[in-house]
């Protein structure tokens, strides 16, 4: 098991704009664990999948708006 400050996790607050999308693209995860306010607080599961048909020049959103992340 990863220790918690190696992993790449998201503050579910975050705002998803092109560079959070280039980003999570980069990073290669399929699953990003997503917290609220401390690492220890996993709130849900981003599935970089979810993201492929987002356009976020139309609309800005935080990762908190996309409901397939919630538990």
């Not at 996790?9 to 705002?15: A, D, F, G, T, Y």
């Amino acid at each position: 098991m990863a220790d918690l400050d190696k992993v790449y996790m998201l503050e579910i607050n975050r705002k998803l704009d092109k560079n959070l999308m280039r980003e999570i693209y980069e990073k290669g995860y399929s699953r990003i664990p997503i917290y609220k306010n401390n690492k220890e607080n996993i709130v849900g599961c981003l599935l970089a999948r979810d993201l492929m048909l987002l356009n976020t020049e139309k609309k800005e959103l935080s990762l908190k708006q996309l409901s397939s992340i919630l538990f």
